[in-house]
């Protein structure tokens, strides 16, 4: 731990019991934080984070959810249930810790969290760490590093300026990433939802709410593509919202349908450009041979 400097590094702890917040603070102090925040409750909690992001959270469990995904969020909590741990992982937080934590169990998973944070991923409905069990399975998803202003300063040695300075700057790559990560993730989620509603009853509530989310996608990467590189995405997710428009109002479903599939497709070929068009459907029908082996085995479990 010698190498590390915690010294300039700023930390907040959130819980509502005092004992616990005290108990923290004392092990933070021990090694070598000095610059600690504690809050009661969540509100302040939240507030603290806008009004000054911490390197380092310490966050009780009832509070894991909502926040800055690049902030190194620790939570804690008193017992481990598998409701606890999807409800942690779901939030993007880096890590979980039973109380009560002995001084060097917090020191060493501080220190994890500076020298091998793990890289974060983007997907459709998820920002943070990457949580796949195979990582030897092939995937199409990429990691990147994440901002750490905490390694900055207890590995780096960058001053609290100079940190603020380059964390600046990582931000504003990060969010541009985040932003096309984000929309790309979206046009394929759109593509996957076209060729699952090809089974789907008409009139059915599934496919009026899938019809929904499929709008609700394009109208997020109308938004996102904007004054950007992929504006061309625009037009076919106009093209996108015509087909839904189509099927909710019960028009000719085989021409509706025709139109979305070449709309999902074209919208996909302007984030991954370098791929055919075979390709790109390829990818998509074994997304949802998955996805539809998924189900059946679920709906099997179930039955039993």
């Not at 702890?13 to 925040?37: C, Q, S």
């Not at 929904?212 to 106009?238: M, N, P, Y």
Request: charged share 25%; with cysteine; aromatic share 6%.
């Amino acid at each position: 731990m010698g190498r590390l400097s915690y010294d300039t590094t700023e930390t907040l702890i959130y819980d509502p019991v005092a004992a616990n917040r005290t108990a923290t603070r004392a092990a933070l102090f021990t090694l070598g934080f000095r610059k600690i925040e504690t809050v009661a409750t969540l509100d302040a909690f939240a507030d603290a984070i806008r009004r000054r992001p911490p390197d380092l959270a310490l966050c009780e469990s009832q509070g894991a959810a909502g926040f800055n995904p690049f902030i190194v969020i620790i939570v804690t909590a008193w017992e481990k249930s598998a409701g606890l741990v999807t409800k942690v992982v779901n939030s993007g937080a880096d890590d979980l810790l039973l109380r009560p934590f002995s001084t060097t169990l917090l020191g060493q998973r501080i220190e994890v969290h500076v020298e091998r944070r793990k890289g974060f991923v983007v997907t459709s409905d998820y920002v943070g760490p990457d949580r796949r069990k195979d990582t030897g399975r092939p995937s199409n998803i990429e990691m990147f590093e994440p901002p750490n202003s905490l390694k900055m300063k207890a590995k780096e040695r960058l001053s609290p300026e100079e940190a603020s300075a380059r964390l600046d700057v990582e931000l504003r790559v990060a969010r541009e990433l985040l932003n096309v990560e984000k929309t790309r993730r979206d046009a394929f989620q759109v593509a996957i939802l076209w060729r699952l509603m090809q089974e789907h009853i008409p009139g059915a509530m599934t496919y009026t709410q899938e019809l929904q989310k499929i709008a609700l996608l394009a109208k997020g990467i109308v938004r996102r593509s904007r004054d950007t590189d992929f504006e061309t995405a625009v037009e076919w997710c106009d093209s996108v919202l015509a087909a839904v428009e189509g099927l909710l109002a019960g028009v000719d479903r085989n021409a509706a349908m025709h139109l979305l599939g070449h709309a999902a497709l074209s919208l996909n070929h302007v984030f991954y450009s370098h791929r055919s068009t075979n390709e790109i459907l390829t990818e998509i029908d074994a997304t949802v041979a998955i996805i539809r082996a998924r189900t059946l085995s679920e709906a099997s479990a179930a039955a039993r």
